[in-house]
T-cell receptor
Framework: GAGVSQSPSNKVTEKGKDVELRCDPI?????LYWYRQSLGQGLEFLIY????????KSGLPSDRFSAERTGGSVSTLTIQRTQQEDSAVYLC?????????????FGPGTRLTVT | RKEVEQDPGPFNVPEGATVAFNCTYS??????FFWYRQDCRKEPKLLMS???SGNEDGRFTAQLNRASQSVSLLIRDSKLSDSATYLC???????????FGKGTSLLVTP
């Protein structure tokens, strides 16, 4: 079946612009996560959604970052007033439920470059 | 201190060799542990979960040592296709999201 999809695959933007990154989780997966991976760094947790519960935003690095999940499915990560340090690969993952033992399936990521 | 620490390597080993990776985690309350594999410029994929009693999946063996707060991965009879970055992963404090180590790079050579 279809895996997690993300768009765009690559995004180049100028410093100060806003960007929106999209994630389509695997159908039926109720939990959705956003991570980012900067060059030479490990994956860094950003935000987590589970059903209709309030999201866990504890990983968002600043208030320039926000995310929504509409209808319990598609999610959009928005970065306002982008900075060069925002350049990274943004990865979305979904899992069947929010039990931590369930495998998280990752999308191919969006490579963001801020010039 | 990072939540999950790994030796970045690279580990260069010949085909057929046995190689072991270790990582340490800082949160003693962590409950779930995993090894993920990430190929160059690809997304991470689950290699195996790590159970308290240790577990094996073919050529791969994972161990958890709660006393030393460490997790290990042993790969026997290395194949060229094992070349990748191996990520040690631990659940975040009080939550379901994951903390990833920076990964250990493995290169298996002919």
């Amino acid at each position: 079946g279809a895996g997690v999809s993300q768009s765009p695959s690559n995004k180049v933007t100028e410093k100060g612009k806003d960007v929106e990154l999209r994630c389509d989780p695997i159908s039926g997966h109720t939990a959705l996560y956003w991570y980012r991976q900067s060059l030479g760094q490990g994956l860094e947790f950003l935000i987590y959604f589970q059903g209709n519960s309030a999201p866990d935003k504890s990983g968002l690095p600043s208030d320039r970052f926000s995310a929504e999940r509409t209808g319990g499915s598609v999610s959009t990560l928005t970065i306002q007033r982008t900075q060069q340090e925002d350049s990274a690969v943004y990865l979305c993952a979904s899992s069947l439920t929010d039990r931590v033992s369930y495998e998280q399936y990752f999308g191919p990521g969006t490579r963001l470059t801020v010039t | 201190r990072k939540e999950v620490e790994q030796d970045p390597g690279p580990f260069n080993v010949p085909e057929g060799a046995t190689v072991a990776f270790n990582c340490t985690y800082s949160n003693s309350a962590s409950q779930s542990f995993f090894w993920y594999r990430q190929d160059c410029r690809k997304e991470p994929k689950l290699l195996m979960s790590v159970y308290s009693s240790g577990n094996e999946d073919g050529r791969f063996t994972a161990q958890l040592n709660r006393a030393s707060q460490s997790v290990s991965l042993l790969i026997r009879d290395s194949k060229l296709s094992d070349s990748a970055t191996y990520l040690c992963v631990v659940n975040r404090r009080g939550g379901y999201a994951l903390n990833f180590g920076k990964g250990t790079s493995l290169l298996v050579t002919p």
